[in-house]
DNA sequence: CTGTTGAGTGAACATACGTACACTGAAAGT
DNA sequence: ACTTTCAGTGTACGTATGTTCACTCAACAG
């Protein structure tokens, strides 16, 4: 059993990612306001000041988590905004790319759906900040659509806003129904029902009446 | 200056009271699952080991004040019920009820919001559970409504859920946009106008197409 | 080969935590 | 008048907290 020689720089990353997982799965089962420092280091197998090293706070390691988890939020709606913007199959296509992510980065997601309500102010305001910029995307995609050369760009803001809104929520509801695949399936074919809903009012729109 | 002569109970309900309004105060900076039972009891006045003649732990504490809130919330939707069911101006009157009951109720809103996310499970569960409650209310007052008459009970249920989400979201950004009326204002109008695109989605819409 | 850098150590601190326990004293019941 | 009840007190405990400081020792730069 040979130990591998490791450069300074990659053993830092290495506990530095020890760190974030660390915290990411604490902060599980409460929120990262009630978790301390002490107990981040003893999970990942330092002694409390050598977190310093890293991270100037709690809050701190916190607003990289959100860095992160927005990074793997944006390659998912890359991912959506792949492919032909027909309005056919786009439903079912986005609710299916966000379903998929809240498995792969459930982590992620449930660290934003709570801190963005119970974090430290500095990290809920960046988690507003990223929703926002999602909403703007959004809406930048919706002018795109066909039929919607009438909208004002405020209406197009609020819709934007109605959709984000309604996304996180379903993302919300499939995280607190893990292991009930069921309760799962209903909830996706709520959130693509819902979308419809939308896009029908959205279609019978007019701006400014 | 003399001091009236109070009963047991009376005085047992008051400290009661000024317990459940420390944790209000204190998990308003914060949550209640980072608040210790010290801290509400010096905030209150008593000797912390006094907490527990009243509560058996913070989290007990907490789903009293989840009781609390969701009476109050309560008392909200009666007054939106009363009245007429017209069409016309239900929009607006909802929309304006609850912007009202944000601001006479803001402590616990702020609670609800905070707790549903990031709360003790208990907690979490117990405010989902009361939410549910509210979708199904919706649900049967919707099928009262006029031009429902199409609709399957699962559509209605659906529709009932965007609703609220949408409503609940509408208290959280009026909660983070204390101190800024103009920026308010706007959140209201959006709220508005978010629902009448639903509604109008909801009017063109038909169940199992 | 030599000196510097810096991630991680380990001891120490003042303070805060939840909870157990024996207590007081005034209101309520008899 | 007496006894009971019980909200609130005060002490004490073992443990956890954030942060300080001086330290080690392997990777790195010259």
Redesign the interface.
């Given at each position: 059993m040979v130990a591998e020689p490791i450069s300074r720089v990659q053993r830092k990353e290495r506990t530095r990612r020890a760190i974030l997982d660390a915290a990411l799965e604490l902060s599980d089962e409460?929120?990262l306001?009630?978790i301390s420092l002490r107990q981040v280091a003893k999970q990942v197998g330092i002694v409390p000041t050598a977190f310093y090293r890293h991270f100037d706070s709690i809050e701190a390691l916190g607003l990289a988590l959100v860095d992160e988890a927005f990074a793997s939020l944006r390659t998912m709606i890359r991912e959506i905004r792949r492919g032909d913007p027909a309005l056919a199959d786009i439903v079912d296509r986005s609710v299916g790319v966000l379903v998929d992510h809240v498995h792969e980065q459930r982590a992620h997601f449930l660290f934003i759906?709570?801190?963005?309500?119970?974090g430290p102010p500095g990290v809920?305001d960046a988690i507003?900040h990223q929703i926002e910029l999602f909403e703007r995307e959004l809406a930048t995609d919706l002018a795109r659509l066909p039929g919607t050369d009438s909208w004002s760009a405020e209406?197009l803001r609020?819709?934007s806003?109605?959709i984000v809104?309604?996304m996180?929520?379903t993302a919300?509801s499939i995280l607190?129904a893990a292991g009930r695949p069921d309760v799962e399936k209903q909830l996706v074919e709520?959130a693509r029902?819902?979308l419809r809903?939308?896009?029908?009012?959205?279609l019978?729109?007019q701006s400014k009446p």
């Open positions: 409460s929120t306001a009630a759906a709570r801190e963005r309500a119970a809920r507003r209406d609020v819709l806003n109605l809104t309604a996180v929520a919300e607190s709520q029902t819902q809903m939308v896009l029908v009012g959205a019978n729109w």
